[in-house]
């Protein structure tokens, strides 16, 4: 079949298409019900299918021929170790951490915080929890207490695992203070708190409830695998908004397993016993598909890397990992790129390594840009894939369909939509558009397999953001246009969420924590564009009246207080006190005009602006 067949495939008759790709798993009991609607009107795939994700993703391939074929291989320059885990290994330390969990009280459908940095014990920790029905949410190590907090009380986890410290280019970090002031600023307390102890901080366990990884977990007896329904939740993860308050997308076993299993085959063209890297980290969504469920699900071997591009120890970190590993498929975001091509140039570290096995380089999590599409293209003479996602899929929405038909490819474009997905780009009062004119991104509903199918706890914001903007169709938040050969431009964020390294990160959040200090009497913040990192958050504060502190403490300070409240990954650097924000007449902050003069853009200067005249004072400051 070529892209056209399998695309028509999945319009024309979505259940039996799915039906199919569902086939390639071992069910403890085939879903009969494909797709079905529940009382809020939201679509769930496989619903009364039984399963394990855990199973599929480890016991099948032990009980059918790969139980010593290497399932995981941890490389970790940052503390110079390197150690794989074969399927049996990995299955056999699973299941002990999932016995643990059950010996801690941990049941089908208790949430689980996991707060651990790229060890392999994280990716146990998220099998073990899918071994026994838990619900997982993994909270990316980089963030601070009080967005530990949030998560906690949203979450009301029995029990967080963790580890001691995580480690960056030039500190050590202790999680386990991090996670005692977490449990103090939140309502909620977990019960137990358990600590795998690394040896370059060991962490006190002081607090009530506090255990030790290695001993618990040698008390405990091997866990089954629970069945699970196919509507019941795998996973939490929690993602910005527009809001201080991040989303729980939730993440349903049987639509993740299939649409995990399709893609690795569809779009990335690995095979079982092949070697997949995706160079990000498990607190974000491309670490929960791409590092562990997807690689495992499809017999693969995953990389696990503690490291960076560069640094750790060189810019030739990566290719040392793709010729030592044999890796036949490398992702990771751009930022990445950027910052190898900045420390490398020329490509010197690329030669010095047998690259044989390399095969396709896939990029996401943000736009792969022309220039650093163009140098990658030009160092390896390999395809070069751009795949467009979110957290709330769980897997691309377009990418070019390797495994299927390997497409031209056009840069700035993630290629097309991926089989299940329909794409439309719409105006905003909801027409479509022609070719290549901009609008928003959206998706006729039902999604496919894996995409979320609510917020946790909340379907009313769940509805509010994705559903109701364009009544039959789930709204992206991106804008971007389709060209005349039905490729996908995707050109950035429609709303107040920027990408930073790849991260994404809430400006409404920002803006929230700037105000709560005393010396602000009202603020903005935008997203610059950066040849690094893709773009930084810069504030625009005005003062209160009367502040006579030095400007340069209140800067110190609030860049501080972002690194308190959200994290050093919020990359918050800069702010520019200002007189006055531009506003339209109805008082509504003009953030999009205020990131164009920040970018040096052409902009136009909007019909509602209340006084024009601000934008050349802020020119004036920005100077
Ligand atoms: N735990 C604790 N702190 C973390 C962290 C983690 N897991 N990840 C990042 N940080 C900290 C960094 O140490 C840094 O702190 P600093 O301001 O004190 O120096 C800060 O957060 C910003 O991090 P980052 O934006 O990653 O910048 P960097 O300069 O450390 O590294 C790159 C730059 C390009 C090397 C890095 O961003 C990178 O590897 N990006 C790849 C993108 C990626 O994997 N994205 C995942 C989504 S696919
Ligand atoms: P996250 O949910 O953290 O994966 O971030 C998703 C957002 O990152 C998307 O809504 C886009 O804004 C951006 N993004 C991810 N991949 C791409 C891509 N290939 N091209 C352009 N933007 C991307």
Redesign the pocket.
């Known amino acids: 079949m070529n892209y056209q067949q399998e695309l028509a495939a999945s319009k024309d008759d979505p259940e039996g298409f799915w039906r199919k790709k569902s086939e390639a798993l071992e069910w403890f009991k085939k879903p009969e019900k494909i797709l079905t609607q529940d009382k809020d009107g939201i679509h769930h795939w496989f619903a009364d299918g039984e399963m394990n994700t855990a199973y599929m993703a480890l016991d099948y391939h032990v009980e059918n021929g790969r139980a010593d074929q290497a399932a995981l291989i941890y490389d970790s320059p940052v503390t110079n170790t390197k150690k794989t885990y074969t399927y049996r290994e990995l299955r056999d330390e699973v299941a002990l951490i999932a016995g643990m969990l059950a010996d801690l009280g941990v049941e089908k459908g208790d949430r689980v915080i996991v707060y651990m940095p790229m060890i392999p014990q994280a990716a146990m920790a998220m099998l073990a929890c899918a071994r026994i029905g838990a619900i997982h949410s993994v909270v990316f190590g980089g963030f601070a207490a009080p967005e530990l907090a949030l998560r906690i009380d949203d979450a009301k986890p029995k029990v967080i695992l963790s580890a001691s410290c995580g480690i960056e280019i030039k500190r050590v970090i202790e999680y386990k203070p991090l996670i005692d002031n977490a449990i103090e600023i939140a309502e909620h307390t977990p019960k137990n708190v358990v600590v795998f102890q690394r040896p370059e901080a060991t962490a006190e366990l002081s607090r009530d409830g506090d255990l030790d990884w290695l001993e618990t977990v040698s008390k405990a007896q091997p866990a089954e695998c629970t069945p699970v329904k196919g509507s019941d939740l795998l996973y939490i993860l929690y993602?910005s908004g527009t809001t201080g308050k991040p989303k729980g997308v939730v993440r349903e076993n049987g639509g993740h397993a299939v649409a995990m299993k399709y893609s690795m085959s569809a779009i990335y063209d690995m095979k079982p016993g092949e070697v997949f890297w995706s160079a990000s980290d498990v607190g974000?969504?491309v670490g929960h598909s791409y590092i562990v469920y997807a690689p495992l699900l499809q017999g693969c071997t995953t990389i696990f890397f503690e490291g960076k591009p560069i640094m750790t120890p060189d810019a030739g970190a990566f290719w040392r990992v793709i010729s030592e590993h044999k890796v036949k498929a490398l992702f990771t975001a751009p930022t990445a790129f950027r910052a190898i091509k900045k420390e490398d140039p020329n490509g010197d570290f690329i030669k010095k390594y047998d690259l044989s096995s390399f095969e396709t380089l896939f990029a996401?999590?943000?736009?792969?840009d022309p220039p650093t599409y163009e140098w990658l293209n030009e160092q390896f003479k390999l395809p070069i894939i751009?795949?467009?996602?979110?957290?709330e899929t769980g897997w691309p929405i377009s990418s070019n369909m390797r495994g299927i038909e390997k497409m031209p490819i056009k840069p700035g474009s993630?290629t097309v939509p991926v089989p299940g997905y329909d794409i439309h780009i719409l105006d905003d009062n909801g027409q479509e558009v022609v070719a290549n004119k901009q609008g928003n991104i959206a998706i006729k509903l039902p999604l496919p397999p894996s995409c979320l199918t609510t917020i946790w706890g909340d379907i009313n914001r769940f509805k509010s953001s994705y559903l109701e903007t364009f009544p039959g169709y789930y709204t992206?938040?991106?804008g971007g246009y389709i060209d005349e050969d039905g490729y996908l431009f995707?050109m950035?964020?429609t709303d107040d969420v920027i990408?930073v390294s790849g991260h994404?990160l809430s400006t409404g959040e920002m803006e929230e924590i700037i105000a709560t200090h005393p010396a602000v009497a009202e603020c903005a913040v935008i997203g610059r564009s950066d040849e690094l990192k893709g773009q930084m958050p810069l504030g625009f504060a005005i003062l209160k009246s009367g502040v006579d502190t030095d400007h340069l403490d209140i800067k110190k300070a609030l860049v501080q207080l972002m690194r308190e409240k959200i994290g050093a990954v919020a990359c918050y650097k800069d702010t520019v006190i200002v007189e006055r924000l531009p506003k339209t007449r109805s008082g509504k902050i003009l953030r999009k005009t205020l990131r164009q003069l920040v970018d040096g853009e052409d902009y136009v200067i909007p019909s509602t602006i209340d006084d024009p005249t601000i934008l050349d004072e802020i020119q004036q400051e920005l100077k």
């Open positions: 993602t974000w969504v996401a999590g943000e736009r792969l751009d795949n467009w996602w979110q957290t993630s992206s938040g991106d995707v950035g964020r990408n994404r």
